[in-house]
């Protein structure tokens, strides 16, 4: 299929694929948000709670990089589990929140990371593996302090790699993405431009482009060049 594209994002001329779109997007993020916040995604405890956490900060209306920044300050202070979280006092969490820049919603932060660690250890023995056996996953993720709907999507648009059975996850902020880039805005045909591996790394590049309308000029500039 022909996307037809110039250097402005939404506005159309002849010359680049989807696919071109696509590969030019993965060319120019290739981190996710998680790989920033130094998350090795795998289907362990460890890193689907640090995945989850992530979800917590960027659900707020605050920049992206400020949540990358205040989740590595988390998990460098030795949060990086629920149990860890837990033990850590109100304050620690604060502190943390701050060194990476999160100020504005450290303290409500701080008190939802401190009881969402507690009801998973609680409910799920820390173990998020626990929660994907529930009978709706997504509704169970509700029950989290920090999370919503925006955060459930946040969590489960990350961990579809190793969960496929929510492949594809495009969620709504990533169609929005997808649109300014002029991509069909459909899940399943964003999935069939890439490989299967590379759609946890599609959904979140269009989420960026979605956000960073500056990104999606340069992706659509490049793909026409290609």
């Known amino acids: 299929m022909t996307t037809k594209t110039t250097g402005k994002a939404g506005k159309k001329t002849t010359g680049a694929t989807d696919e ?14 998680a790989a920033q916040a130094g998350i090795r995604l795998r289907n362990t405890p460890a890193p689907l709670y640090q995945t989850l956490v ?40 604060v502190d943390a929140l701050g060194e990476g820049g999160y100020r504005r919603y450290d303290e409500r932060t701080s008190t939802m990371l401190g009881k969402g660690a507690e009801l998973l250890l609680e409910r799920y023995g820390g173990d998020l593996r626990r929660l994907r056996e529930e009978p709706d996953p997504k509704k169970a993720l509700l029950d989290i302090p920090g999370i919503g709907p925006t955060g459930a999507d946040i969590f489960l648009r990350d961990v579809q790699g190793v969960w496929p059975e ?15 880039l002029g991509l069909p805005a ?28 500056p990104l999606a000029d340069e992706v659509l500039t490049a793909a026409g060049a290609a």
């Open 166 to 180: 929510y492949a594809p996850y495009i969620d709504r902020k990533a169609l929005d993405g997808a649109r300014r």
């Open 186 to 213: 459909s899940p399943d045909r964003l999935s069939g431009l890439v490989p299967a591996r590379e759609i946890p790394r599609l959904a979140d590049g269009l989420v960026h482009a979605a956000l960073d309308k």
């Open 20 to 33: 071109a779109v696509a590969r030019a997007l993965l060319d120019r993020q290739r981190r996710t948000y």
């Open 54 to 93: 992530l979800a917590v900060l960027l659900s707020a209306p605050i920049r992206s990089g400020t949540a990358v920044a205040a989740a590595r300050a988390l998990f460098d202070a030795g949060m990086r589990t629920p149990r860890a979280m837990a033990d850590a006092s109100w304050q620690q969490r």
